[in-house]
């Protein structure tokens, strides 16, 4: 789908964890020109399960780093797991602190759920024009929507003009 969107000349901005990833996917994702390029790596296990950060994880993210993708940032919540630490570029890395719980899906342990917005709600830098295209063909509104209330459609279906 990343690489359809390319072909019609849309910007591609990738944030994932690489969970599921394999360094063939690595290589098709080399041959775009990616606007934005984030990985949320595995923290130390302050805020996440870590127990997917094994060789295979450590072996992608050693592949991304020596693929020189540029703007490619790394994000930690906290410490980045031991195992990865030392192989991601200081430069690139991201400490993002404090864990937020925007769509409640963090353990009130760790952080206290946020007040509710009250009032209407808009987006900032024209965000409501960067939809959110989830693996099933679905494309959301925002990247907020945890309950996916504002499902547009789905690509699969229709065409992305049809959406609006």
């Given at each position: 789908m990343v690489e359809h969107a390319f072909g019609k000349g849309h910007g591609i901005r990738i944030f994932t964890t690489l969970v599921g990833m394999n360094g063939q996917?690595?290589?098709?994702?080399?041959?775009?020109r990616l606007g934005v390029f984030v990985v949320h790596v595995f923290d130390d296990g302050t805020y996440m399960n870590s127990r997917l950060v094994g060789d295979k994880y450590r072996d992608l993210v050693r592949q991304l780093v020596d693929a020189d993708i540029p703007l490619i940032r790394f994000v930690a919540l906290g410490e980045p797991h031991p195992d990865i630490a030392d192989i991601i570029p200081t430069e690139a890395l991201i400490k993002a602190r404090p864990v937020s719980s925007r769509g409640g899906?963090?353990?009130p342990k760790i952080v206290a759920p946020r007040q509710p917005v009250?009032?209407?709600l808009t987006c900032v830098d024209a965000r409501q024009y960067r939809n959110v295209l989830?693996?099933?063909?679905?494309?959301?509104?925002?990247?907020?929507?945890?309950?996916?209330?504002?499902?547009?459609?789905?690509?699969?279906?229709e065409g992305y003009s049809a959406l609006f």
């Open positions: 996917d690595l290589q098709r994702l080399q041959a775009l899906s963090v353990d009250v009032g209407a989830l693996p099933n063909g679905d494309v959301t509104l925002c990247s907020m929507d945890f309950e996916r209330r504002h499902v547009l459609g789905n690509l699969l279906y």
